[in-house]
C-alpha cells in the first residue's frame, strides 16, 4: 500500500486557509497555491536518495552530499494542476514537465481525457503529478493509469484538498502511488464538489468564473 500524507506544516495550514476563502483574489489564489505547491514539494521529497561526494570551498574539501542522479518529471492535470507547476519547478528547477488534459463531465461526473503529452524519457524518470483537487479521484486514477502506460519509475500524486472518497479510490486502483495533500475535507456535495473544499480550483486560479 503507498504512503497516504496529510503535511500538517504550519505555513500550508496557514496558506490553505487563505485559499479557501472565498473572498481571496485570483491574483492571491494564484500566487498561494503555487506557494503551497513549493512546500508540498519540500516534504513529498524527502526520501529522495542522496549520494557522498567531496567539493572545494574556498577554504578546503568539503565531503558532502549530492542528490543521486534522480531525474523528475512534474505533470499537472489540466487545468488547474497548472497552478501548482512553477511552485514545484522553484524546488526541482531541472525537472520535465508533462501534461495531462482532462475534465470532469458534470453529468457523469467522469474523467474526459483530451490531452496527453509527456516527456520522452519518462521511463528513466521519478513522476509527481500535481492537482490542487483529489474529488472523487477519476480524474487522478485516470492519469496514472495515462502515465504507468509509460512505464516510469515510480509516481507519487500530491494534491492540495481530498476528499475520503476519492483517496479511497485512488488507493484501491493504485496502491503503489504515494499520496500526499493538505487536507483531507468531510465528504463531496451532490455535484462532486468537495464540503467545505474551496470551490472550483480552476475557476479560481484562471478566474473563469
Ligand atoms: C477538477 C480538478 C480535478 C478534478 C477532480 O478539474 O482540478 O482535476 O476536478 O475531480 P475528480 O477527483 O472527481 O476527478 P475539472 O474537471 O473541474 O477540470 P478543469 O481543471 O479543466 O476545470
Ligand atoms: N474540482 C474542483 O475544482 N473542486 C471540487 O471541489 C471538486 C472537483
Known amino acids: ?22 473572498n481571496t483574489s485570483c491574483k492571491d489564489f494564484r500566487e498561494i ?10 516534504e513529498a521529497t524527502r526520501d529522495l536518495p542522496l549520494v557522498d561526494t567531496k567539493v572545494e570551498t574556498p577554504i578546503g574539501t568539503a565531503t558532502t552530499k549530492k542528490l543521486a542522479g534522480k531525474k523528475m518529471a512534474i505533470v499537472p492535470i489540466l ?22 488534459g482532462l475534465y470532469r463531465d458534470p453529468e457523469t461526473l467522469e474523467p474526459v481525457e483530451y490531452y496527453c503529452k509527456l516527456p520522452q524519457d519518462i521511463s528513466e524518470r521519478d513522476v509527481l503529478l500535481v492537482d490542487p483537487m483529489c474529488a472523487t ?15 516510469p519509475k515510480s509516481i507519487k500524486f500530491m494534491c492540495v484538498i481530498a476528499a475520503p472518497e476519492g483517496i479511497d479510490a485512488l488507493s484501491k486502483a493504485h496502491p503503489d502511488v504515494d499520496i ?3 487536507a483531507m475535507d468531510e465528504k463531496l456535495n451532490e455535484n462532486g464538489y468537495i464540503v467545505p473544499g474551496l470551490g472550483d480550483a480552476g475557476d479560481r486560479i484562471f478566474g473563469t468564473k
Not at 137 to 151: C, H, L, M, N, P
Open 33 to 42: 497555491i503555487g506557494e503551497i505547491a513549493m512546500l508540498m514539494t519540500y
Open 1 to 22: 500500500m503507498g504512503k497516504i500524507e496529510i503535511i500538517q506544516h504550519p505555513l500550508i495550514q496557514h496558506k490553505l486557509t487563505i485559499l479557501r476563502d472565498k
Open 137 to 151: 479521484g477519476g480524474s487522478a486514477v485516470d492519469a496514472i493509469t495515462q502515465i504507468k502506460k509509460r512505464e
Open 180 to 182: 500526499f495533500c493538505a
Open 79 to 100: 487545468r488547474a494542476g497548472i497552478g501548482m507547476v512553477d511552485g514545484v519547478l522553484k524546488m526541482i528547477p531541472s525537472a520535465r514537465v508533462g501534461h495531462i
